[in-house]
């Protein structure tokens, strides 16, 4: 019989044990068979969920640094262990590549002899009836036309072909006319699609990983920087980058602007910004919002996070100026309470003096409030922003540990100085906007105000597009493979004598219930074009 | 837009009425289930019909009474059939006017109830915050229930209509359960008052990717019911067919649907929503894309998203491995919903990540 069951399967057929001869081809032959086998398939997607599972569980090193160590200083046993097996970066350690890999190599000694399988299915007619059709899953009582054999056979095939089965038309030596028909490859047409674009879609995340790169860098009203590794704070390159890749673009931030609702909840970030290829004055103007990258060719540039910058005016002993806005970071993200310090590495040094006096540079370091509580504490702001701004600051003066140079920003000031003595406080003090602080030397700090800070991540992946096209390909396929069943029907008409006796049976592998109705639609519509009478009646 | 804080409170109501009057359907189908007559496709004690068979006469009339063989599905398991429609497998009739009969309409017609009360639940919520009604946890989980009940309402009409008239209706308590603890978990631990979205979650993305999420794993929900249902069952058959003491909750099993029933329904199920849940996911990466320019990162939100992708696909690849359709394959998708449930309350609550969606403080 050819109409069997697992004739229509879309599984590898069983494959037969190999013959008994000894040998390393014997030994690959048997080991490649068992990788690329269903159940083989199965375990390696089941160690891939479990992998997976601690990279949630555990800190991870690119989402989450500082919780690692965190977790290291906790557990001084087991976390120096899980460290060198690669538990703080799951996603990329050797075993969990090592499941995915296999699996690959797993789908590709699937995918191919299913390809030649089914381009054989696909070109070849269906098979020949089964002998006895009451066997069948789906099979019609048998009826009588009027028609004969052949004739019967052409209203039947045009039946079946206006409703797009495959047929093709046996004759046999008695005059019985067999009709095989076959519909339903788009079944497997989908689930090639499907498992191919699988490994697309890992050749496309691998690209992202060798040709992608990303910068991040944190932006202070109208400041400028440009695409280059020397204008990001931090930046990772993929193995197949370098410097000289980055398409060559300037921007700068005009203004930022953050709403927020009564709660402190903000409703809405925007960075207003002018960008342009390759030159230091950009020009054109463009909003980046969170969910609205700039799209540029080559790279995106992100609206990651924000916060303020307080401008500092220092004016020292000798009357000299010193004044940068210096970002400030939140350490509270709901109201914006941000710690930050700025640091004149330059300042007290006598005009025209060629010998540097030692221990003379200023430094403070405090809390910025956009909204300082009218009483209490004032360290704590209470509104994300700037209802009543106010800082609080310390001042240092000494050796900042910095060096000479441009007067630098820095989130912090360096501890090791304050304890060894060689940065000394010299007092704190609470200032609003405008505010002059005049300190013990006669110097003074101005509170001027302050500037916003957007914090932009840059970066190009060019593996994305290959990844969206796989994936909507995975889904496509699925769709096809899920809902498309594979399913045959035959019908034979046998010259009798009180005319042609046609019976008609059906098969489907999957989801046989659900070809109950179409098959009986199917025999009806048969049974009318042939204008069938049914058995008894014509015996009569 | 400022909340509308009757609306709101309308919404919290509803939520109240609707869990009451799914919790009343759930007795009342615990009533029909208890009392009721064995399930209408019980064991094979029928005879099955010859393999079945359609006339090739003319119309349908002839068509429509000739019961047509179920499929030997896969080639697993004894054929099981209906007689001829309108008899129960026991030879008892079916649409008799039993007290369990109109106990069992009576709770199908307090689940359409709550679910209408569940919509307006939703609907509410979405007026009073100007929104779509998922932007937090609670949200989600609530919507989660409706789509499970909706989806638990269709297949049972679609068994009550199909070839084999197997009916599930007795079986709503076991969907009622879960529904109505998720929904109280909703409604206390994760309750969230009405808020308007925050910038991030600001994104026609989060209409496409979320209600897809929401979608696949209502469905989801009932295909852990099925596959729960069948594993009882399953225990139950072969206790009972190696002569052995049945101990709960195999003794449930004796009012289910034939094993090889809920098999099917599971894997239609799933069949369902596992598209779903993959397009769910990739409209997921594409959203993290424009907000946070990597379409995937690792999150715990995406970690598990993705173990409970390949624990579905591990239960789909099952059902076609010999050895493991069945039993193996139903652990499986029970496994999938837990995975599930860990990146709804597990990752919401416990770990935290990126995805700042519960809402809670
Ligand atoms: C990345 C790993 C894989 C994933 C995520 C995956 C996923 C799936 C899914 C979801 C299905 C069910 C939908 C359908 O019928 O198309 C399926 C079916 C199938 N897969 Fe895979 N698969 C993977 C690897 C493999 C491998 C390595 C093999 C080869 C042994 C394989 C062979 C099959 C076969 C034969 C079917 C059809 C089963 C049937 O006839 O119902 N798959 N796969």
New binding site residues.
């Given amino acids: 019989m050819t109409g069997t069951v697992s004739d229509l ?4 057929a069983p494959v037969a044990p190999p013959p008994a001869r000894g040998g390393l081809v014997v030994v690959l032959r048997r080991g490649w068979r068992q990788l ?3 159940r ?2 199965l375990l ?2 089941f160690l ?1 969920a479990v992998a997976a599972v601690p990279g949630s569980l555990l800190p991870q090193r690119p989402l989450n640094p500082p919780k690692v160590q965190e977790y290291l200083d906790a557990h001084t046993t087991v976390g120096p262990v899980l460290d060198r097996l690669g538990f703080f970066d799951v996603f990329a350690s050797p075993w969990f590549a090592a499941i ?1 890999l296999l ?2 190599v ?2 590709v ?3 191919v002899p ?1 390809l030649r399988l089914h381009a054989r299915a696909m070109t070849t007619p269906p098979p020949a009836a089964p002998k006895r059709f009451d066997r069948l899953p789906q099979y019609a009582e048998p009826a009588v036309i009027a028609a004969d054999p052949v004739a019967g056979a052409a209203a039947v095939r045009a039946v079946l072909r206006r409703k797009r089965w495959r047929t093709t038309v046996r004759t046999a030596e008695d005059g019985t006319v067999e009709i095989s028909a076959e519909k339903g490859y788009l ?1 497997e047409t ?2 090639l699609v ?2 191919t674009a ?1 490994l697309a879609l890992l050749a496309g995340a691998a690209a992202g990983v060798l040709w992608g790169w990303q910068g991040n860098v944190l932006l202070t009203e109208g400041n400028t920087f440009c695409n280059t590794t020397q204008g990001y704070d931090q930046y990772d390159l993929g193995q197949q980058v370098d410097g000289s890749d980055l398409p060559p673009f300037c921007l700068s931030l005009d203004r930022f602007r953050a709403t927020y609702l009564d709660s402190g909840q903000p409703s809405s970030y925007a960075a207003s910004v002018r960008y342009g290829a390759g030159d230091a004055d950009p020009r054109r103007p463009v909003d980046i919002r969170v969910n609205e990258p700039l799209r540029l060719s080559g790279a995106r540039v992100y609206l990651l996070d924000h916060g303020y910058a307080p401008i500092l005016k220092y004016t020292d002993r000798y009357g000299q100026v010193f004044s940068s806005p210096n970002p400030f970071l939140p350490s509270d993200l709901v109201t914006l309470t941000s710690d930050g310090a700025a640091v004149f590495a330059d300042a007290n040094q006598k005009p025209g003096e060629r010998a540097r006096t030692r221990n003379v540079e200023v430094a403070f370091e405090g809390v910025y409030t956009p909204t300082a509580p009218e009483s209490g504490p004032r360290v704590r702001s209470v509104f994300p922003a700037e209802r009543s701004p106010g800082i609080t600051l310390a001042a240092y003066r000494g050796d900042t540990g910095l060096g000479s140079g441009i007067p630098r920003s820095v989130y912090s000031l360096d501890q090791n100085q304050v304890q060894k003595g060689a940065l000394k406080l010299v007092g704190s003090k609470f200032l609003r906007p405008g505010q002059t602080w005049k300190l013990d030397d006669g110097s003074t700090l101005e509170f001027v105000g302050t500037k916003q800070w957007a914090g932009l991540r840059v970066d190009e992946d060019p593996g994305q597009k290959v990844v969206l096209v796989a994936s909507v390909l995975m889904v496509i ?2 769709i096809g ?2 809902t498309v069943r594979r399913r045959r029907l035959w019908v034979r008409l046998a010259p009798g004598a009180g005319g042609t006796v046609v019976g008609v049976g059906g098969l489907a ?2 989801d046989a219930d659900s070809y109950d109705e179409e098959f009986r639609r199917t025999v009806a519509d048969l049974g009318r074009a042939t204008a069938a009478q049914p058995v008894s009646a014509v015996e009569d | 837009m400022p909340v509308d804080a009757t609306l709101a409170t309308l919404s919290d109501r509803l939520l109240v009425a609707a869990i009451l009057v799914y919790s009343a359907a759930m007795l009342v189908y615990a009533a029909e289930y208890s009392f009721g007559r064995r399930s209408r496709v019980g064991p094979a004690a029928a005879p099955a019909a010859p393999a079945g068979a359609a006339a090739l006469v003319g119309a349908g009339a002839a068509l429509a009474a000739a019961p047509v063989s179920p499929a030997v599905g896969g080639g697993t398991g004894p054929a099981v059939t209906t007689g001829p429609a309108g008899t129960g497998s026991t030879g008892r009739p079916v649409e008799g006017r039993s007290g369990t009969a109109v106990a069992g309409a009576a709770a199908a017609v307090l689940t359409v109830v709550g679910l209408l009360l569940h919509a307006g639940v939703l609907v509410t919520r979405a007026a009073a915050a100007h929104r779509v009604p998922w932007g937090n946890m609670y949200e989600f989980a609530i919507s989660v229930c409706f789509i499970a009940v909706l989806a638990w309402l269709v297949v049972m009409a679609r068994q009550a209509r199909g070839e084999r008239r197997a009916s599930i209706r007795h079986l709503g308590a076991f969907v009622m359960l879960p529904v109505v603890l998720l929904l109280g978990l909703a409604g206390t631990v994760l309750y969230t008052p009405v808020v308007p979205l925050v910038p991030a979650l600001n994104s026609y993305w989060l209409w496409i990717h979320v209600s897809a999420a929401v979608i696949a794993s209502g469905v989801f929900l009932v295909s852990f019911v099925t596959a729960t249902l069948y594993l009882i069952r399953e225990k139950y058959d072969r206790v009972t067919a190696a002569g052995g003491t049945l101990r709960f909750p195999a003794t449930l099993g004796a009012r289910f649907p034939a094993a090889d029933g809920l098999e099917r329904t599971t894997f239609r199920v799933i ?1 369902f929503a ?1 598209p779903v849940w993959t397009f769910a996911t990739i409209a997921g990466a594409i959203w993290a894309e424009a907000a946070w320019s990597r379409y995937w990162g690792w999150d715990p939100k995406e970690t598990w998203a993705f173990i409970a ?2 624990i ?2 591990a239960y ?2 099952a ?2 491995t010999a050895g493991w359709r069945g039993r193996r394959a139903a652990w499986i998708a029970v496994l999938g919903w837990a995975a599930m449930m860990i990146n709804l309350f597990g990752v919401n609550l416990v770990i935290t990540g990126l995805h700042s969606y519960a809402g809670l403080q």
């Fill in positions: 399967s879309t599984q590898p690329t086998s269903m083989t398939a390696l997607l891939l995915y699996l690959a797993s789908l000694g699937c995918i299913r079944r989908g689930n499907f498992h699988i396929g699925l493979s899920l592998r999957t | 069949a596992f992708w390949v579905y696909a789909l690849h059902r076609a």
